[in-house]
């Protein structure tokens, strides 16, 4: 079965670290994906991880755990723009070898002032 | 360049009708998926095309659900006849052959009601 888990909602301050973390158990896994998506808009595409380790990008950083099956955002220097869902994605390749996409259902990120 | 378009952006429909939502890729992406997010739920995947051939539509509800790509540019999905259950977001992705990246648009709102 493909189960991907991540928390509902959460909460930082302006200027803040944040630790999204997405756990995550698939048959056939070929790569995880962040999707950050301000209501209303489209999914937009922040990172992605195949091997262990932590992939940095700016105030981004998104780390991968395989053996694990777990994943966890990192957002650093929190803005007020920062407020939207943030999506966990994992790749899971079909026993016909096509892939897809499985989605958790996302984390809400509210940022305060 | 030019993002993932669809239209249209919100449709209203009452059960019984038929409605055909439009997605055009980015250029020159031969891989274009479809997903669709419930009320309350997840994205989860519908199909998916490489160039115009269906490689997996493993995700589609029912026989109620009809997606073309003809020419392997734009694609349609039209629901026909359109039931309460099937109000919700529809996304159309593409990505490039042989590309990580998935970019998705900003969605077609369907409500049936």
């Known amino acids: 079965g493909q189960n991907i888990d991540q928390p509902t909602e959460m909460t930082a301050t302006e200027g803040a670290i944040v630790q999204i973390n997405c756990t995550y158990q698939?048959?056939?896994?070929?790569?995880l994906f962040w999707y950050q998506q301000h209501a209303g808009e489209a999914p937009t595409f922040l990172s992605y991880?195949?091997?262990?380790g932590l992939e940095e990008k700016g105030r981004f950083s998104s780390f991968l755990s395989r053996s694990k099956g777990y994943s966890y955002l990192l957002l650093k220097e929190l803005q007020m723009k920062d407020s939207a869902s943030y999506l966990c994605?994992?790749?899971?390749?079909?026993?016909?070898?096509?892939?897809?996409?499985?989605f958790g259902t996302g984390t809400r990120l509210l940022v305060s002032p | 360049e030019a993002g993932v378009t669809q239209f249209p952006s919100h449709s209203v429909i009452e059960k019984g009708q038929t409605v055909t939502l439009r997605c055009d890729p980015i250029s020159g992406h031969d891989n274009l998926y479809w997903y669709r997010r419930v009320m309350g739920k997840e994205i989860k995947f519908l199909l998916h095309f490489v160039k115009e051939s269906k490689q997996d539509e493993s995700g589609m509800p029912n026989n109620r659900f009809l997606a073309e790509r003809t020419g392997g540019t734009y694609s349609t999905l039209k629901v026909q006849p359109a039931e309460l259950e099937d109000s919700g977001v529809y996304f159309c992705a593409s990505s490039e052959r042989g590309r990580n990246t998935i970019y998705f648009g900003e969605g077609s709102w369907l409500t049936v009601v």
């Open positions: 698939t048959s056939g896994f070929n790569g």
């Open positions: 991880n195949v091997l262990d």
């Open positions: 994605a994992v790749r899971d390749i079909r026993d016909t070898g096509f892939q897809k996409l499985v």
